[in-house]
């Protein structure tokens, strides 16, 4: 076992902490980047209309490091904000990190958080590309996704039509449900810890789906009944779902017999499962969608109906977390 001391951030200093974040990056720039990390600022290849998006993550407010190793912390932190522009129809051309950290902090925390985030941004194609490193009193990752629109139009999450087909790209609640059985000590379903600490939602439908003339679109991040009570408040229509219909991870129900609660909850209204919610014509729902319900005029205002339970109510939202 090794004797040496752990080297933490104000041992340092911040030029040794930048190189060490910017460091062995062997792979050759992405397409579109022009001037990555190391430089006064980013340059990117551009066009046309960009996409930006941003979200920051908190320690003890959106991970734990007891719970989550470093590298799935930055995957998640890439992952949300990925999930954000390529719910638009855009395609992701870089990522900007901005990291504040207690002077306490390992050297080794950061190494896996810069992995986690470039093993994550690759998946989409793309990389980090610049950022800042700055003290503060707790981990804190914000980061700044960036899109193209490459000749598409944006999709929007208030444009469905009445007579749509409302979709999911994956299985709902396995976050949810992963937190659960973190925060009961429960040491199995393995599977579903690991989507609560890195999800790793069907992202690569978007692009497609734009393609394919979707009439609207956003990323499940606060849960399906908030996303659907958001999409029914800016449409101004009425969205009805059969929650039998909602795919789910095949453990859940017996994680929810574990610990006594309704999966179906989990399912309708735990968050951050990052897949993504659509509105396609009948009879236009490309392959890897699953039908979850319909889209209809609203006569008496907007609504979300879930199996006959109005959760329309759009001032509140699901209180899981």
Known sequence: MSSDPVRTVGDVGEQELIALFTAQNDSAPADGVIVGPGDDAAVLVGSGPVVVSTDALVDGQHFRLDWSTPRQVGAKAVVANAADVMSMGARVTGFVVSLTCPDRTPTTTLVGVRDGMREAAARYGAQVVGGDLTAGDQLV????????????????????????????????????AGLALLLAGVDEFADLVATHCVPKPHLQLALAAAESGVHAMTDISDGLASELRTMARMSGLSLRVDPAAIPVPPDLAAAAAELGVDPVRWAVAGGEDHELLAAFAPGELPAGWTAIGSVHAADSGPSVVVSGLDVSDLNSGWRTF
Not at 146 to 163: C, F
Request: proline share 8%; charged share 15%; no cysteine.
């Open 141 to 176: 990752i914000a980061v700044t996704a960036i899109g193209a629109m490459d000749d598409r139009a944006p999709v929007r999450l208030s444009t469905p039509v009445a007579g749509d087909v409302l979709a999911v790209s994956g299985p709902l609640g396995g976050s949810a």
